[in-house]
């Protein structure tokens, strides 16, 4: 069954650069980005995994875990960590999950329960394990991001939907289009003007159903 937004992050364990895992107890009290890959030693997947590392004190900041997962072996993984660091000149201190068998692809919808790994494969083969989760304390999916293979994912974007998601949580308020942290926000439509007056302060009603206050602390 296809994964939707809300739904608990399906959980396994698995072997990782770091040794092996639970990966709901691994997540404890965090929240959690899991980010796939179709293949070590891969030029996007090269500059990826750099990204993420070179913003290890900002998901710090914001108490997330970040941890990638790759179709291959440990073996593999630990080799090629080697060629993230030196790209991006930064530490990389999370794991990545050897996914050979291509369970937890499956597990993820990411792969048809048929796919497998042929002889002399390359990326194009599994080139679907390409999705970024969000995942909050709950174990629940609060995002899914799909990419193909020739797009780069934007980690500035990862981390500004991490933020929104962070700032509404327990909040009756959204986010809108193109908001940075600071910005203003929207009212829930679950409140009145008046409800949300005494709880925010000062609204300004676009449209009755668009109202927008500033960001709480």
């Not at 107890?25 to 899991?34: M, P, Q, R, T």
């Not at 090269?46 to 073996?75: P, W, Y």
Request: charged letters at 25%; a negative charge; glycine letters at 4%.
């Amino acid at each position: 069954m296809a994964l939707r937004i809300n739904d608990t992050a399906p959980n396994f364990s698995a072997d990782t650069t770091e040794g092996m895992i639970d990966f709901h107890e691994w997540i404890g009290d965090s929240y959690a980005i899991l980010f796939s890959h179709p293949k070590d030693f891969t030029p996007v997947c090269t500059t990826e995994f750099g990204a993420a590392a070179q913003l290890a004190d900002e998901f710090a900041k914001r108490n997330t875990k970040v941890i990638g997962i790759s179709v291959d072996s440990v073996e593999e993984h630990k080799k090629w960590k080697a060629d993230v660091e030196s790209f991006s000149g930064a530490k990389m201190g999370f794991p990545i999950i050897a996914d050979d068998e291509l369970k937890i692809a499956k597990l993820y919808d990411m792969l048809p329960a048929e796919a497998y790994l042929p002889d002399g494969r390359t990326p194009a083969d599994t080139a679907t394990v390409r999705t970024t989760f969000i995942i909050n304390p709950q174990k629940k999916i609060e995002l899914m991001l799909i990419y193909p293979m020739s797009v780069g994912r934007n980690f500035d974007e990862i981390l500004r939907a991490l933020d929104a998601i962070q700032i509404a949580k327990d909040t009756p308020i959204a986010t809108p289009a193109n908001w940075r942290p600071g910005d203003d926000v929207i009212v829930a439509l679950s409140l009145t003007t008046d409800q949300a007056k005494e709880k925010f302060g000062e609204v300004k009603e676009v449209f009755s159903y668009l109202r927008t206050v500033k960001a709480p602390e």
